[in-house]
């Protein structure tokens, strides 16, 4: 993808401003960003769309950047260690560290990494993110990299937890049929929107997911110029792909599972052509709330 001019103006107001080091930036691969609400499914989406990626033969990176760290565990069947576990325990000396403390292979290939997150109110996630960044810098892993994936923390779009759309081409966002997903949705297509204007990224696309019906989308989608990259409805085969701990490419084929893994192939190979930036235009909250759930 070509990287547009970036400007120099500030990226948000009355906000903290976390600015990338361009010695820092990803270069040469294509990077995605998966953002939503709490619980969407975001780490279900973001890993499935890795593997995906690996299916189409791409060199894959996922990156999680939740405290949680369990943003890989369908790829790798466990969870792992945080970037952030393994510097402390070198009292973040990062020479120290091998690629193998911190880099997990995963399904079909894909490199796993938990970025992790600051102690409870204290730090910034863009600090973690930076770190996870810096390392993978310094063992070259991004050299040998098709595509990034991060998976970022739920609905909390501050300056910190922005942090990876500042390396991403491409943003996605994860949402359901539901007012609150799409009040999350809002606020972080104005978060993309605002990191656009320093920044290379754009916004990529909506996926639907656990949505028999997508009416309360598309009617936002509509009044915000945004559009569904991908759509899943609330499939007992997901659930269960993450309850035995792996990707839907790893299931007993039926037809189901069949279609799940057809639209996660489509959704990668649409992203790794290029897909075109969707304009977006975040609505007022007061708008939101006389725009959905009416007749």
């Not at 260690?81 to 690629?99: A, C, G, M, Q």
Request: contains cysteine; aromatic residues 6%.
């Amino acid at each position: 993808m070509a990287l547009p001019v970036l400007g120099t103006r500030e990226d948000g107001e009355g906000s903290v401003q976390v600015h990338l080091d361009p010695e820092e930036r990803i270069t040469g691969a294509q990077v995605f960003a998966v953002y939503g609400k709490g619980g969407i499914g975001k780490s279900t989406t973001s890993s499935n769309l890795s593997a995906a990626f690996s299916k189409l033969g791409k060199r894959v990176l996922q990156i999680g950047c939740d405290p949680k760290h369990d943003s890989t565990f369908t790829l790798t069947k466990r969870m792992v260690p945080t970037v952030i576990d393994v510097l402390e325990s070198v009292d973040f000396h990062s020479e120290e560290l091998r690629v193998e403390d911190f880099v997990y292979t995963g399904f079909n290939g894909v490199q796993c990494v938990e970025a992790g997150g600051p102690p409870a109110g204290t730090g910034c996630g863009g600090y973690v993110v930076g770190q996870t960044v810096k390392l993978l810098k310094e063992h070259h892993l991004l050299e040998d990299t098709d595509v990034v994936i991060f998976d970022v923390l739920g609905d909390v779009v501050c300056g910190g937890f922005a942090a990876p759309l500042q390396h991403a081409q491409r943003a996605l966002i994860v949402t359901a049929n539901d007012f609150d997903s799409i009040f999350a949705m809002n606020r972080i297509m104005a978060a993309i929107l605002a990191k656009s204007k320093n920044y290379a990224v754009r916004l990529g696309g909506v996926v639907a997911n656990r949505s028999a019906d997508v009416d309360q989308i598309d009617r936002f989608n509509a009044a915000a110029g945004m559009g569904i990259t991908g759509r899943f409805p609330d499939l007992d085969a997901i659930r269960r792909s993450r309850l035995k701990k792996c990707t839907i490419f790893e299931m007993e084929e039926s037809p189901e599972v069949k279609a799940v893994q057809d639209e996660y192939l489509r959704i990668a190979a649409m992203l790794a052509a290029g897909v075109p930036a969707q304009p977006g235009r975040p609505l007022k909250d007061r708008e939101i709330f006389d725009l959905l759930g009416y007749d």
